[in-house]
């Protein structure tokens, strides 16, 4: 099976624009999540998406939001990009809804805010 | 509030001899815990996971030990390989308040293998 994918790999955006990352998740995965890391913060937990539905959210400005589609692919957004938004941005997926789902994490993209 | 620690930024550990990397947690709620392997510009990689109903899980190389009571657990590397050199991040979750897929992530120990 391939594995997590993410889309771009880099991008480089400019303080006050806005920004669409793109996640497609192992084949027959329905749960995708998103963590941001930085090296201050380290690896914080932005939201989770199943079967289309957001289950949980962490602890980010409403500027960060997300989607899920039916084939379980997933889009993340940030608007009005922030200095401090620039990270390494991870999507995982997951079987399903059980905590004993493996997570299983794509390569990131890395976003430069300048 | 750093609900999962990871002490020990880095550990330095010669080549064939056991690596532990431990973790702490506060969360009593939490009930499943990962550890992950990153290197640089890469996403984690999945190493090996225990559930609280156990207190030791081993694949291979790698065995974690897990101890509710200390709420603490460690995972043992053995023999370490140059190859195993990396960030090692310890996670947790639980099936609190909907919590269900949400990883909470240690701050990371770096080891270094030495040939």
């Known amino acids: 099976k391939a594995g997590v994918t993410q889309t771009p790999r880099y991008l480089i955006k400019t303080r006050g624009q806005q920004v669409t990352l793109s996640c497609s998740p192992i084949?027959?995965?329905?749960?995708v999540s998103w963590y941001q890391q930085t090296p201050g913060q380290g690896l914080q937990f932005l939201f989770e998406?199943?079967?289309?539905?957001?289950?949980n959210k962490g602890n980010f400005p409403g500027r960060f939001s997300g989607r899920q589609f039916s084939n379980s692919r997933s889009e993340m957004n940030v608007s009005t990009l922030e200095l401090g938004d620039s990270a390494l941005y991870l999507c995982?997926?997951?079987?399903?809804?059980?905590?004993?789902?493996?997570?299983?994490f794509g390569p990131g993209t890395r976003l430069t805010v300048l | 509030d750093q609900q999962v620690k990871q002490n020990s930024p880095s550990l330095s550990v010669q080549e064939g001899r056991i690596s532990i990397l431990n973790c702490d947690y506060t969360?009593?709620?939490?009930?499943?815990f990962l550890w992950y392997k990153k290197y640089p510009a890469e996403g984690p990689t999945f190493l090996i996971s225990i559930s609280s109903i156990k207190d030791k899980n081993e694949d291979g190389r790698f065995t974690v030990f897990l101890n509710k009571s200390a709420k603490h657990l460690s995972l043992h590397i053995v023999p370490s390989q140059p190859g195993d050199s990396a960030v090692y991040f310890c996670a947790a979750s639980g099936n609190y308040g909907g919590a269900t897929n949400k990883l909470i992530f240690g701050t990371g120990t770096l080891l270094a293998v030495q040939p």
């Open positions: 969360n009593s709620m939490f009930d499943y």
């Open positions: 995982a997926s997951a079987q399903g809804g059980q905590i004993t789902d493996t997570q299983y």
């Open positions: 998406y199943f079967s289309e539905t957001q289950r």
């Open positions: 084949s027959g995965h329905r749960s």
